[in-house]
């Protein structure tokens, strides 16, 4: 199986931060690469797929990048509303991983 | 409303079996690839399964091989979970999940609000 990272677990950050998560895949995805938010008791939503790709609706603060291993998600000013967990996803091969989450607290 | 709601969560000892369905509504359902992930306490989301349109594909997560079985029911707009043999292990909220059309591969764009299943004698 394809095994996913990523960094840092948690962070705190000021309302108007740039904040960036870093993924890393353990072998080439190219772009298949989902990031999703996750708020407690609340039903995950997709935020970036392929990558790059904002899904609808998704408020344009958001930026996803990378190829290959190495991916990212950018938060370019980081609002209160943002307060989750966020989880990057591979879906290049079955099974597809989620990596294990990075928390993100307002300061 | 495009929606899906989960449902047959519960408290079931070791070795019991559970069926857990979920209930679409506002899109075509048959046009959707869906899955089944689940998040147990204080852990991150694990993906269990996935069930093509047309049921001719499905796969599992190697911790519910030959124990769960996704299926659909396209006419009634519906997913269902059979867990049969459940162990503590299986603790976790369930989520519903709608693949992206056209993709062909999971990438979840619709997701329920979960319904817990708790393991426990």
């Known amino acids: 199986d394809i095994q996913m990272t990523q960094s840092p677990s948690s962070l705190s950050a000021s309302v108007g931060d740039r904040v960036t998560i870093t993924c890393q895949a353990s072998?080439?995805?190219?772009?298949?690469l989902n990031w999703y938010q996750h708020k407690p008791g609340k039903a995950p939503k997709l935020l970036i797929y392929?990558?790059?790709n904002l899904e609808t609706g998704v408020p344009s603060r958001f930026s996803g990048g990378g190829f290959g291993t190495d991916f990212t998600l950018t938060i370019s000013s980081l609002q209160p509303e943002d307060v989750a967990t966020y989880y990057c996803?591979?879906?290049?091969?079955?099974?597809?991983?989620f990596g294990p989450g990075t928390k993100v607290h307002i300061k | 409303e495009v929606q899906l709601v989960e449902s047959g969560g519960g408290l079931v000892q070791p070795g019991g079996s559970l069926r857990l369905s979920c209930a679409a509504s506002?899109?075509?359902?048959?046009?959707?690839?869906f899955n089944w992930v689940r998040q147990a306490p204080g852990r991150g989301l694990e993906w269990i399964s996935y069930?093509?349109?047309?049921?001719?594909?499905?796969y599992y997560a190697d911790s519910v091989q030959g124990r769960f079985t996704i299926s659909r029911d396209n006419g009634k707009n519906a997913l269902y979970l059979q867990m049969n043999n459940l162990r503590a292990e299986d603790t976790a909220v369930y989520y519903c999940?709608?693949?992206?059309?056209?993709?062909?591969?999971?990438?979840?764009?619709?997701w329920g609000q979960g319904t817990l299943v708790t393991v426990s004698s």
């Open positions: 999940a709608r693949d992206m059309v056209g993709v062909g591969r999971v990438v979840c764009d619709l």
């Open positions: 506002g899109f075509t359902f048959n046009r959707h690839s």
């Open positions: 069930i093509a349109g047309s049921s001719d594909t499905v």
């Open positions: 072998q080439d995805i190219t772009n298949y």
């Open positions: 392929d990558g790059s």
């Open positions: 996803q591979q879906f290049d091969i079955l099974p597809p991983i």
